[in-house]
């Protein structure tokens, strides 16, 4: 049996990359990513978060995650552009449009990155890196930002490689690549090692990502659990976690993000759950499903895992009703400790056409009124969201 072909591909700073790009469009003449710029907060308040920076702005140790007035402070001429969700929807939804091209094994795991299974698609490229190199300049050419393709023979190791050199790239981390490619990096490096984690480590000697690989498991697995052993087969690049294509996923839509700084408040966890139920919603609907059952996990610093589901009022697929009891069950589950991981899924899905369930305050939407609901939501993803009002 061949072995496996994967790829992961990662949008180079995709929030920043399609603003600059829009603006380009648009006829501004400045190019975010070649100044020192970050998507997040705006210049009146001076709040909310970096959610994406520039490579100029990196010079300046700023960092994705950490407060905009903090970033100010390094680097005062630095230039804010707030965060523009509808747009990035929209470049995501292009982009995998046109990698499902290439491949039609994918698996999209936030709004900018998915994986591939390339196994047997590469044959006609010669080899996986003209592939992925097609690819990519591909990507570059029809929409003007770039991405970085990391390739391997599973999911873990792909994802690894493409978080090497940026951007624009494309990366081998094969497993007889592990020790000179993967194992002198700090172990802080490796997916899955968080700052808790990596503490813990620094503790026990264990710097570069081939100090863990070589440690004995048991040693690993009585000071950190189960995550003691994943991150130990992770260092030695074991997974076996499969690519879950289009159709298995319709089982079950949504979406999960591990945070770059752990979520500390209801607020900033509740930005994330907004942005996963916007996502989870999109698919919902380039999928044709509704969504009946609606769940929330939690994966706190500790790596302890929670999650809690609840049945809908009726079955649905919009973004602000997914994001009410997603947001219900968040508030059941939270127990205050630092949040590294957070998901929305849903469930028992019915296709489109299916009646809808009458709820005990509302009929159920006729065929007339579903298809008016699909005509004004086209309307707004071309000419925006304000364009149509309710009258009252």
């Known amino acids: 049996m061949d072995q496996k072909l994967i790829f992961h591909i990662d949008v180079n700073s995709a929030y920043l990359s399609w603003t600059a790009v829009e603006k380009l469009k648009n006829g501004d003449a400045l190019d975010l990513r070649e100044i020192p710029s970050i998507i997040g907060g705006d210049m009146a308040s001076r709040h909310g978060v970096v959610l994406a920076k520039s490579i100029?702005?990196?010079?300046?140790?700023?960092?994705?995650?950490?407060?905009?007035?903090?970033?100010?402070?390094?680097?005062p001429n630095l230039l804010l552009v707030p965060p523009d969700h509808k747009l990035y929807d929209s470049y995501s939804k292009r982009l995998m449009e046109l990698?499902?091209?290439?491949?039609?094994?994918?698996?999209?795991?936030?709004?900018?990155?998915?994986?591939?299974?390339?196994?047997?698609?590469?044959?006609?490229?010669?080899?996986?890196?003209?592939?992925?190199?097609?690819?990519?300049?591909?990507?570059?050419?029809?929409?003007?930002f770039t991405v970085n393709i990391g390739i391997s023979s599973n999911k873990l190791l792909a994802k690894m490689a493409s978080d090497f050199q940026k951007p624009d790239r494309v990366h081998t981390l094969f497993p007889e690549e592990i020790p000179a490619k993967m194992w002198p990096l700090p172990v802080r490096d490796l997916f899955m090692v968080g700052k808790?984690?990596?503490?813990?480590?620094?503790?026990?000697?264990?710097?570069?990502?081939?100090?863990?690989?070589?440690?004995?498991?048991?040693?690993?697995?009585?000071?950190?659990?189960?995550?003691?052993?994943?991150i130990w087969e992770f260092a030695n690049g074991i997974d076996d976690s499969p690519v879950h294509t289009e159709e298995?996923?319709?089982?079950?839509?949504?979406?999960?993000?591990?945070?770059?700084?752990?979520?500390?408040?209801?607020?900033?966890?509740?930005?994330?759950?907004?942005?996963?139920?916007?996502?989870?919603?999109?698919?919902?609907?380039?999928?044709?499903q509704l969504a009946g059952m609606v769940s929330t996990e939690i994966r706190y610093a500790s790596f302890v895992r929670v999650s809690h589901q609840m049945q809908l009022p009726a079955v649905t697929d919009e973004e602000?009703?997914?994001?009410?009891?997603?947001?219900?069950?968040?508030?059941?589950?939270?127990?205050?400790?630092?949040?590294?991981?957070?998901?929305?899924?849903?469930?028992?899905?019915?296709?489109?056409?299916?009646?809808?369930?009458?709820?005990?305050?509302?009929?159920?939407k006729t065929q007339k009124e579903l298809r008016a609901e699909k005509a004004m939501q086209s309307i707004q993803e071309r000419f925006g969201k304000d364009v149509i009002k309710k009258g009252f």
Not at 56 to 75: R, S
Not at 197 to 224: C, F, P, Q, W, Y
């Open 320 to 364: 602000s009703i997914l994001y009410h009891h997603a947001c219900l069950l968040f508030d059941e589950l939270w127990n205050g400790e630092p949040i590294r991981l957070l998901g929305v899924r849903t469930s028992k899905l019915a296709a489109e056409p299916e009646p809808v369930q009458m709820t005990l305050f509302d009929l159920p």
């Open 196 to 230: 808790s984690s990596a503490a813990t480590l620094e503790k026990m000697e264990i710097r570069t990502i081939g100090d863990l690989a070589r440690t004995n498991v048991k040693i690993l697995e009585s000071h950190m659990k189960s995550h003691g052993r994943l």
């Open 56 to 75: 100029p702005a990196k010079a300046y140790h700023i960092t994705t995650g950490e407060p905009v007035a903090h970033a100010l402070q390094k680097c």
């Open 99 to 144: 990698l499902v091209t290439f491949c039609p094994r994918i698996e999209q795991v936030s709004i900018d990155e998915c994986y591939m299974d390339f196994t047997g698609y590469e044959k006609p490229y010669g080899n996986p890196i003209t592939a992925a190199c097609a690819i990519k300049d591909a990507v570059r050419d029809a929409f003007g």
């Open 248 to 288: 298995s996923e319709l089982k079950c839509v949504g979406n999960s993000t591990t945070l770059s700084r752990d979520a500390e408040t209801a607020m900033e966890a509740k930005e994330t759950i907004r942005s996963l139920c916007r996502q989870v919603s999109s698919r919902l609907k380039r999928y044709h």
